[in-house]
């Protein structure tokens, strides 16, 4: 089951930033133009929808780079 979590948390990456799945490791907020505030948004409504699960407004905010998000998905039983 781990393997489709991580599968499905780099798909929404790949797709809500246009980045190929060698990027994502180091990927962070800004670090490219599509992961501006509007980009966070929909990646985060993407993880949502796809986990089934809702974001606290400080794990939103929080959530600033691709391997920090791994960590904030703990808290909601996602472990990737």
Not at 37 to 43: A, E, F, P
Request: hydrophobic share 40%; glycine share 4%; proline share 1%.
């Amino acid at each position: 089951m781990k393997n489709k979590l991580i599968d499905k948390y780099d798909k929404i990456f790949m797709k809500s930033f246009k980045v190929k799945k060698e990027k994502l490791k180091k990927l962070k907020y800004e670090s490219v133009p599509q992961w501006d505030s509007v980009g966070h948004m929909s990646m985060i409504g993407l993880l949502e929808e796809v986990f089934n699960i809702t974001l606290e407004m400080d794990d939103i905010i929080d959530f600033s780079s691709y391997e920090y998000g791994k960590k904030i998905l703990k808290k909601y039983k996602i472990k990737i």
